[in-house]
């Protein structure tokens, strides 16, 4: 069994920061490319940013330059650091992972349960 568990969400003013965490634990081989969706109320969920397992990072247009992802390989681990954040960034901010468990060897597309990100304007 593999889960995903993200903290770090909160109620921030237009401006702030905010630092999202998302720990994988369980039956992991290998962790390939993790990643942070949002979903805003009424809205589709939508990509924020991606990191492969070497690090090679991707992100949404409106985040850039604001929003900087990293990954620490041997905690299992990313993070999202929030910055400037706008009331347009509120949603609830899901962690995803491309997971290749052992015993058996299997692919698995994992999801965590969400963290709500709030900006007050």
């Known amino acids: 069994q593999v889960q995903l568990v993200e903290s770090g969400g909160g109620l921030v003013q237009a401006g702030g920061s905010l630092r999202l965490s998302c720990v994988a634990s369980g039956n992991i081989f290998v962790v390939n490319t993790m990643g942070w969706y949002r979903q805003a109320p009424g809205k589709q969920r939508e990509l924020v940013a991606t990191i492969s397992r070497f690090s090679k990072k991707n992100y949404t247009e409106s985040v850039k330059g604001r929003f900087t992802i990293s990954r620490d390989n041997g905690k299992n681990a990313i993070y999202l650091q929030l910055t400037k954040l706008k009331p347009d960034d509120t949603a609830a901010y899901y962690c995803?992972?491309?997971?290749?468990?052992?015993?058996?060897?299997?692919?698995?597309?994992?999801w965590g349960q969400g963290t709500l990100v709030t900006v007050s304007s």
């Open positions: 995803n992972a491309a997971i290749l468990t052992e015993h058996p060897f299997r692919n698995l597309d994992i």
